[in-house]
C-alpha cells in the first residue's frame, strides 16, 4: 500500500514538474491558428497513449530537469501518442511561416501513404503572392514536395532544432493525434541556425491501402 502512495506521489509531482516547465514552452493547441487547407473533418478517434509503469522509469528520483531536457522528454510522449495513430496514410493542412516569398508561406495539404509524403497540393484558399516578387516572376505550378515533411519527419526537425540551443521555443500539440501544430523555435541573430516556425493542422486517416 505504501509503495502504490509512493507511486502516485511521484507521478503527481512529474505531472507538475511538466506543467511548471512546459507552461512557457508548450502552447495548447486548441487556441493555435489553422491553415484552412481541407473542410473540416472529423477526426478518426484514437486511444490516448498512456504511460506504464513507475514514473521514476522515466525520471530518476534525483534528477535535474532543466528545461531542454523537459521538452525533449515531452516530445517524446507526443511522439508516442502519435505512433497509435490508426493508419500511416493520412493527409494534413501545412503552412511554413518562414519563407522569402509568399508562395513559400502558402497553406498546402500535404498526402502521406506509408509514412512517405506522396503529394503537396495548394490548398484553395493558399496565397502564393504578395506583390513584394521581382517583375516577371513565376509561381511553380505545384509546391515543391522536397520542402514538406511527413509527421515524423517534423518531430525530427523540431528535436534536432532544440538540440541546436534555441533562444526561444513554442510548441503545441494535437490532443487526439500527438502531432505538432504550432511550432517556433527562433535563435539568437548571427546564428548558423536558421529558424523554425510552421502551423499544421485538420490531420485525417486515410484508410485501407495506398490507392
Known amino acids: 500500500m505504501r509503495n502504490r502512495i509512493v507511486t502516485h506521489m511521484k507521478r503527481t509531482l512529474l505531472l507538475a514538474l511538466f506543467v511548471g516547465i512546459f507552461v512557457i514552452a508548450l502552447t495548447a493547441c486548441s487556441s493555435d491558428p489553422k491553415p484552412t ?15 506504464e509503469g513507475d514514473a521514476s522509469s522515466i525520471v530518476p528520483d534525483d534528477a535535474v530537469i532543466d528545461r531542454k531536457t523537459a521538452m525533449l522528454i515531452g516530445i ?8 497509435t ?9 501545412f503552412q511554413w511561416n518562414e519563407g522569402e516569398f509568399a508562395y513559400e508561406r502558402a497553406n498546402v495539404e500535404v498526402r ?11 490548398a484553395d484558399n493558399a496565397v502564393k503572392t504578395d506583390g513584394t516578387e521581382p517583375v516577371d516572376f513565376v509561381v511553380p505550378a505545384e509546391p515543391n514536395m522536397d520542402q514538406y515533411y511527413e509527421i515524423d519527419g517534423l518531430f525530427k526537425i523540431i528535436e534536432q532544432a532544440i ?4 533562444g526561444s521555443v513554442t510548441l503545441g500539440f494535437d490532443s487526439v493525434f500527438g502531432f505538432p501544430t504550432n511550432v517556433v523555435i527562433e535563435f539568437a ?3 548558423e541556425h536558421k529558424n523554425i516556425s510552421f502551423f499544421a493542422a485538420e490531420l485525417v486517416p486515410i484508410p485501407g491501402p495506398p490507392e
Do not use: C, M
Open 76 to 83: 517524446n510522449l507526443h511522439r508516442e501518442l502519435w505512433a
Open 189 to 191: 541573430p548571427g546564428s
Open 112 to 122: 502521406v501513404l506509408k509514412n512517405i509524403v506522396d503529394s503537396v497540393r495548394w
Open 85 to 93: 495513430r490508426p493508419s500511416s496514410n493520412y493527409k494534413f493542412g
Open 37 to 51: 487547407a481541407t473542410p473540416q473533418p472529423t477526426s478518426t478517434p484514437v486511444p490516448v497513449a498512456t504511460i
Open 163 to 166: 538540440n541546436d540551443g534555441p
